[in-house]
């Protein structure tokens, strides 16, 4: 494995979900290189059917945050408590200064798929250029309140476009290990 690393090889290794972040923001340039890298991810037939909303404002990302958290299922309250050294008002988004909310066409069977794409691009780009980056699916959850369709025109959300997930970018403020790999999940067949 050793000949074939470069410097994306590395990037997609090295890659981590990063659930602690400095409250500075990430710069200009490293966002733009972010969601260029989203844009440019394959998609089916090239249809390119995503749609990204970057947030950077604080008071938003916290009124995001607390209507998910006061939806949440109280065994996912206690999981994100504790990894966040037990806050009551912990941060669904880990406090990270950008968010990026990923929709994707609700009509079309392979949005979601290229939603993954872009993400995934993204997140390594990010880990490139030394931002981190998390991943977080529960975000769905506000967009099954009583406030999904006001959260939807806020996060210029188009019409006939479902969100994803969000993913949260900073600069980490943790330094998480190699996670163990787990047995039987490959196999080779010649």
Excluded at 31 to 52: K, R, T, Y
Excluded at 99 to 117: C, E, H, K, P, T
Excluded at 118 to 145: D, P, Q, R, Y
Aim: aromatic share 10%.
């Amino acid at each position: 494995m050793k000949n074939y690393v470069n410097e994306t090889v590395a990037s997609i290794l090295e890659r981590r979900s990063i659930r602690k972040y400095k409250p500075e923001q990430i710069s200009k340039e490293e966002l733009d290189c972010i969601v260029e890298c989203g844009l440019n991810a394959p998609s089916a037939m090239n249809s390119q059917n995503w749609h990204f909303t970057v947030i950077q404002n604080k008071d938003l990302i916290k009124k995001m945050s607390d209507k998910i958290r006061v939806n949440l299922p109280p065994a996912m309250v206690e999981r994100y408590k504790k990894r966040q050294n037990g806050r009551e008002d912990f941060s669904l988004f880990y406090d990270a200064p950008t968010i990026i909310l990923i929709s994707v066409d609700a009509d079309d069977s392979y949005s979601d798929f290229n939603g993954a794409y872009a993400t995934e691009n993204m997140c390594l780009a990010a880990h490139s250029v030394g931002v981190a980056s998390v991943i977080i699916g529960l975000t769905k959850i506000l967009f099954s309140t009583d406030e999904a369709e006001s959260f939807k025109k806020e996060l210029c959300v188009p019409e006939g476009y479902k969100p994803l997930y969000a993913v949260c970018f900073g600069y980490a403020d943790m330094h998480p290990d190699k996670p163990e790999r787990i047995d039987g999940k490959l196999d080779y067949i010649r």
